[in-house]
Structures are given as C-alpha cells and as structure tokens.
C-alpha cells in the first residue's frame, strides 16, 4: 500500500452514490464523514487508487501499519479531493501588467485585442522564446498550482496562433504532462484569435487543413497526447459556423469538445456547442435560455470563470439556471496573463461571493464536475473507492474554511497527495 491516512476530523468524499458528476438538487451538500472518537481514514493502494475510506478504526482493521510506505497522522485536520481547474492557458511569456492598468482606468477587453494588444501581445512575446524558457515558466506556474491544491489541471495552447508556434507550445505542454507531478488534460486552442494579416475565414482553413492534420500526425506517432480542442467563439474572433468547423474537425480526429463560447456577446455557441456534443463550454455570460436547455439535454457541462467575470466586471452567468435545469457545473481559475490566479481556492471563494454559489456546489465545481469537464468523471473528483488517489489536507477543522479564508490557502494547505505520493507539504517550505 502506498499511503495511509488517518484520524482526520473530517473527509469531505462529496458523494457515496456511483455518478459522474453532481447538478440539481444533489448540488446543495457534500458528503462528509465526520468520526468523533478517532477520526477518518484512506487508504491508497500501490498503483495510486483509493482503497478504502472510513473510520480510523475500520480501515486499520484492515491492514497492518506496516503495509503502508507512508503514514500522515490527520488529527484534527480536514480531506478533501485534489482539486481540478477545468480551465487554464498557462503556457506564454511576457506579463500584461500594463493592460491590468488600461482595464482599470475603463478600457475594455475587446478593445485591447482590437488595438493589437491582448492576445497578440502575448503572442509576439511568446514566440520569441525558446522551448525551454516556456517549459520553465510553465513549471513554475503548474507547481505553484499544486501548492494551492490543484492536481489536475486542463491546459491550453493559443498563444502560437500559426502553425509551427502552436505545434511548438504543444510539445512544452506535453513534456510538462510527463515530468510534473500534476496531471495535465492537454488542450490545442490554434482557434483562439485571428492571426494579424489573415481573415477568421483564412484562419479557419488553415486549422482545419493544416494544423489539425499535422495533430493528428504528432498523435499518432504518440508524440502528443491531446484531449481536447477549443475554439474563441466570440464576436470579431470566430463566429459561430467558422467554430463549428473547426470544432467538428477536431472531433472527427477524437478530441473532446471543450470551447469558450457567448462569453462577450450571444453567440449561441451553446446550442451549437450542445449539437456537436461537446463535452464542455466556458464562460457563458451571455448564454441563451434554449442554450441551457441544450446544454442539459446534451449532457454538456458549463464551466464557469468566476475570476475573469471579476476583472472584467462581466455580468455573471446564471449559474442556478444551470443547475435547476440539471446541467453540471464546473469552475476553472481561467489562469492566463489577463487573469493571474492560480488558486482553486481563491476561485472557489469567488464562484460563492460574485456567482452566488453556496460552498459545497462551488466544491462540487471545483472536483467532481470539473473532473467531468475533463471526461474523468468516473475516476477523479470524489474520495471513493477505485478513484484516484487525490487529495488536500487542510489545517483547519471544518472543511468550509479552505474557500472562507480568502488569500489564506498558502496558511491553510498543509499536505497535497498525487496518486498516494506527497506532492507538496508545507513544512519543507519553511
Ligand atoms: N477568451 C479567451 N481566452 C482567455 C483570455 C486570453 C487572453 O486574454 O490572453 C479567457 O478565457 O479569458
Ligand atoms: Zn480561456
């Protein structure tokens, strides 16, 4: 056995029942066991999955102490599942501090990318660097991730835009997923913005004939392994049809469906995200009633941004209309140079103070239906046996204080297990 916990105070499982993600109804509690005399227990097997979950006394009937490689002693501390950020772009260089100054002062986020800035100031500064630079940035940036508790991350490309550059933040991606301690569903996001000098138009061929062939080549070869594609369906980027091509042909080479769409504007990118299937759409502030409706029939799931809704001063998506209408709600830190946080906790206390989520559905967002965003529904996200073994210990002895205590996760994260190893433990940093 790899990794034996126990005498927590409390074990925040988030559910018992055999399900994929949590929405409705079912959205308004966690699972929580709570075991007076000697606490709670998990247990983590060799190959890195739960293999029990109970009292302290249950579980260690069930092996000897000698079994386990490792033991964490939890008294009066909390469990919780590692968390998982359903949306990130964290492979660029060169910061925007000085558009988070335009912003302030009243320039809007569309009229900086109009203007040549945004995006495409991201682009000319990452282009010019090496692999290994980007490489370097990024780890730090991921392990900075894992220090707030999230073990796994959904990382996008897009700051390439042409071919070559994108094929190249690929490749950084995919030696992170390999070298790091995190888990990485790896995103191509070629779609993200026009390049200068094309049309959408021009720009949505050359994805289409071009880049996601040579994907599919780099795939095959297995020398990427991608998971999912994205498109910036938005007003002025890609319109709906254009994202719908790009969005089919990623399909058509198996990737999941995972775009940001009627983010800006009313793009009815739900509905359209919704016929293709997809497996998830981000932001959607300025999402249609039949969009919702779509989006519960097709089982997609909406991940929310409660960060970037906070800096660009967006009205919040109608969360609760998701809900009620049985759609399964995710969040993710949108980590990127226009939004700098890299805290599920941080985005957890946002989703409860801007979005009007109680703490365990912004909980539920930030694990299991995340997971499922991710279309790991089934394996991460809960503390359940046959999971992964993911999990946070928090000193603190009520779960809730992980997204109460704004600012405070470096305080409150004592312990972030990856697959049954210790990834990070607070002390060494001291
Ligand atoms: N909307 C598109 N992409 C990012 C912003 C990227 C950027 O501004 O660099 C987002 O999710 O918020
Ligand atoms: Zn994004």
Known sequence: MRLLV????????????????????AMKSVEVLQNNDDGVAVA?????????????????????????E?????????????????????????????????????????????????????????????????????????????????????CKTGYGLETKAEMKLLQVLQRAKEELPIEISLTYCGAHAVPKGKTPE???????????PRLKNMMDQKLLSVENIDVFCEKGIFD???????????????????????????????????????????HLEMVSKKGIEDMAVSGTVAVMLPTTAYLMKLKPPPVHEFIEAGVPVAIGSDFNPNVHCLAMPTVMNLACTM??????????A?????????????????????????????NANKWEHIIYQLGSHQHLIDIVVKKGKIVYRSTTDY
Not at 202 to 212: F, H, L, N, Y
């Open 366 to 394: 930030a694990t299991l239906n995340a997971a499922a965003s991710l279309g790991r529904g089934s394996t991460h996200g809960a503390i359940q046996k046959g999971r992964v073994g993911d999990l946070v210990i928090i």
């Open 240 to 282: 709906t049809e254009q994202s719908r091509r790009i969005l089919q042909a990623g399909k058509e080479i198996e990737l999941r469906i995972n775009f940001h769409g009627d983010e800006l504007n009313p793009m009815k990118s739900a509905e359209m995200g919704a016929e293709l299937n997809a497996t998830a759409i981000s």
């Open 202 to 212: 021009e720009a949505t061929e050359i994805i289409i004939r071009d880049q996601i």
């Open 44 to 68: 983590i097997d060799d190959d890195g999955y739960i293999a029990a979950v109970g009292s302290t006394q249950y579980v260690r009937r069930l092996w000897k102490d000698d079994d386990f």
């Open 355 to 364: 979005f009007g989520m109680s703490m365990p559905e912004a909980l539920i």
């Open 70 to 154: 490792k033991i964490i002693d939890a008294t009066g501390k909390c469990v919780l599942p590692g968390f998982v950020d359903a949306h990130t772009h964290p492979v660029w260089a060169g910061d925007r501090v000085h558009e988070f100054a335009m912003k302030l002062a009243g320039a809007s986020y569309l009229e900086i990318h109009s203007a040549g800035g945004g995006i495409f100031f991201t682009v000319d500064s990452t282009v010019k660097c090496s692999s290994e630079e980007l490489y370097q940035s990024l780890k730090d940036r991921l392990i900075k991730m894992l220090k707030a508790g999230t073990t796994t991350v959904e």
């Open 6 to 25: 126990h005498s927590a105070r409390q074990v925040v499982t988030i559910t018992n029942e055999d399900v994929f993600y949590l929405s409705g109804r």
